[in-house]
């Protein structure tokens, strides 16, 4: 079945560190790979996606590439803010049809300054 | 972008009532609404997915009949869990999808909801 494995959290990193969150995924065909980002107290929300095989999706200076060889989204930043403390959650939404989504585990952040 | 809104945000009820949360598309019509179930250390699962008009289709381990889910209008899904027990409080959360966003599949998220049961 479709499956997305993230690292466990949480990562704890000072201000301005390089980030790397590493997600792959389990799914035939070609899925919708997504990262969407979960602050305190809020609800989920989109950071970005890539929708095929060699696609980099990139926001708020965050980037991730769809590496269909590794099966890999793995999230990038070069320069962590206190801002960026959040929850991050890989997905991927399969080619099958419908518009189902599956979430991984979710990776907590934290940045200090 | 498009706005999803719960209520309510938190909710605490004894031991055997039942509890309704909304999920409200603001500002698009939403055919087909998720409902997920986050986790103390964060993950979530889909419980259902809710289908304007028709029957909710749940995930395999979900009861349907402990987590009602309704579906009466473009802009409205509410999901009932009925007769609660202390192990269904978490944090539920709803998504939608604006077909005005094409097929890209990105979801839209209510604010979730927290569930106490005592």
């Known amino acids: 079945g479709n499956s997305v494995t993230q690292m466990e959290g949480p990562v704890t990193l000072s201000e301005e560190a390089f980030l790397t969150i590493n997600c792959t995924y389990t799914a035939t065909g070609y899925p919708s790979l997504f990262w969407y980002v979960q602050y305190p107290g809020e609800g989920l929300q989109l950071l970005l996606k890539a929708t095929k095989a060699d696609d980099k999706g990139s926001n708020k200076g965050f980037e991730a590439t769809y590496r269909k060889e590794t099966t890999s989204f793995h999230l990038e930043k070069g320069s962590v803010q206190v801002s960026d403390s959040a929850v991050y959650f890989c997905?991927?939404?399969?080619?099958?049809?419908?518009?189902?989504?599956?979430f991984g585990a979710g990776t907590r952040l934290f940045v200090k300054a | 972008g498009a706005v999803v809104s719960q209520h309510p945000s938190r909710v605490i009820c004894k031991s055997g009532t039942s509890v309704k949360i909304e999920c409200r598309s603001l500002d698009f019509q939403a055919t087909t609404m998720f409902w997920y179930r986050q986790f103390p250390k964060q993950s979530l699962m889909l419980m259902a997915t809710?289908?304007?008009?028709?029957?909710?289709?749940?995930e395999q381990g979900v009861e349907k009949d402990k987590f009602l889910i309704n579906h009466a209008s473009l802009t409205l899904s509410t999901l009932t869990v009925t007769s609660a027990h202390p192990e269904d409080s978490s944090f539920y959360i709803c998504?939608?999808?604006?077909?005005?966003?094409?097929?890209?599949?990105?979801?839209?998220f209510g604010e979730g909801s927290r569930l106490t049961v005592l």
């Open positions: 998504s939608a999808r604006d077909p005005g966003t094409g097929g890209t599949g990105e979801l839209f």
């Open positions: 997905a991927l939404r399969p080619d099958t049809g419908g518009f189902k989504t599956i």
């Open positions: 809710s289908n304007e008009g028709s029957k909710a289709t749940y």
